[in-house]
């Protein structure tokens, strides 16, 4: 019986894939109005029982893509691959109210600046506090904190080690996992909850992934507004990474 099941798994495993998707889903939910009467979103249980499950699935099969090595979940490697990924992304855009995205204005622009200078310095500072101390290294580690994109980028222009560039890629995760769990918790504290903010909020954060995920627990008509400034966040620490933060880190510690 499982040959069997995993054969008709195995030759439709995208479908396979959105019916695991949509009976966590509905699990996530079912806990949010059960035990926690919403106050938890469902989406947020849901990524933290996603997270669980990939720890689970690499744990007990020894791989390295969690659910994925699981013959009868294979499928999901597909759905949660970067194509969709990014096609999801891109279709968010088409959500955008020009009127509203023109009232952000110069605040978009400012909490994208600082976004991305306040994310990398804390990615410095905590390097620093880890005994890095080479500009390469510094400004690897710092441009991963602002995301798991941007640290790689900048590492592999600038000659970083593959285990820097590691843990670039680490600490971009650490900070998108938290923006996916904390956001629906602190939108309510910080006012998130008008397109202006989502804006504001994208440029701040910057993580594409966690920003989508964050606002869709939380609103998903936000969710245009923060991804778009969460991919020119994606964009600009790109063109800022390997360039001018390296030149400025590099000038300070020599």
Request: glycine share 16%.
């Amino acid at each position: 019986m499982y040959e069997a099941l995993l054969q008709v798994t195995g030759k439709y495993n995208l479908i396979t894939a959105f019916a695991v998707i949509g009976i966590t889903m509905w699990f996530s939910y079912w806990i949010s109005g059960r035990f926690t009467r919403g106050r938890v979103h469902g989406s947020a249980i849901a990524i933290l029982l996603g997270l669980t499950m990939a720890y689970l699935g690499g744990l007990f099969t020894g791989g390295e893509k969690g659910v994925v090595d699981i013959p009868l979940l294979s499928g999901i490697g597909l759905l949660g691959g970067s194509m969709l990924r990014d096609f999801a992304i891109v279709a968010t855009g088409f959500g955008v109210n020009i009127d509203e995205l023109k009232r952000a204005g110069l605040s978009g622009v400012i909490a994208l600046v600082m976004g991305i200078l306040s994310s990398f310095f804390a990615g410095v500072a905590i390097a620093l506090a880890f005994g890095y101390t080479d500009a390469v290294s510094l400004t690897t580690i710092g441009a991963g904190a602002v995301t798991y994109i941007v640290g790689p980028v900048t590492g592999a222009a600038i000659g970083a080690s593959s285990e820097v560039i590691a843990l670039s890629i680490a600490a971009g995760l650490v900070k998108s996992i938290l923006v996916m769990v904390t956001t629906p918790f602190v939108a309510p504290m910080i006012g998130l909850n008008n397109p202006r903010t989502a804006v504001i909020f994208g440029g701040l954060m910057g993580t594409s992934s966690g920003v989508a995920a964050g606002l869709a627990a939380t609103d998903p008509k936000l969710v245009p507004y923060g991804c778009l400034t969460a991919a020119f966040y994606t964009a600009l620490g790109c063109l800022l990474g390997p360039s001018l933060l390296f030149i400025l880190i590099r000038g300070v510690m020599g």
